[in-house]
């Protein structure tokens, strides 16, 4: 991947206003995230094994925000989280202080 190609990637601050697990789906949650747009936008996460949905909200994130919409298990994602893999756990990549949502990260 060149330079060019991986600026293209937009990367965004977004705070979780809402998180539900996917129905029949053991690893999957529904966040509704604010990027800073006028209205929430919809992601599938694999999270739900390490991340109870109450200890999510409020919480900020990294979002990739220029993915195409995908249906996950019938659900409608409109972009993807960072998180790290640790032996098979997700953890997400988050700051220290409080951003503004729709920040771009870089």
């Known amino acids: 991947m060149s330079f060019e190609q991986f ?3 937009d990367l965004r601050v977004a ?3 809402a998180a ?3 129905p029949n789906a053991d690893k999957l949650l529904r966040l509704e995230v604010d990027l800073g747009e ?4 919809q992601l599938v ?3 739900a094994q390490v991340y109870e949905t109450e200890a999510l909200v409020g919480r900020q ?3 990739v925000a220029n993915l195409q919409p ?5 659900v409608e994602s409109r972009g993807m989280l960072l998180a790290a893999d640790l032996d098979g756990r997700p953890i997400l990549a988050s700051f220290d202080e409080e951003i503004p949502p729709g920040t771009r990260v870089r």
């Open 20 to 22: 539900e697990r996917v």
């Open 15 to 17: 705070t979780i206003r």
């Open 61 to 63: 994130i990294i979002v």
């Open 70 to 74: 995908a249906r996950i298990r019938g």
């Open 7 to 9: 600026m293209e990637i």
């Open 45 to 47: 996460a694999g999270v």
């Open 38 to 41: 006028p209205e929430l936008r």
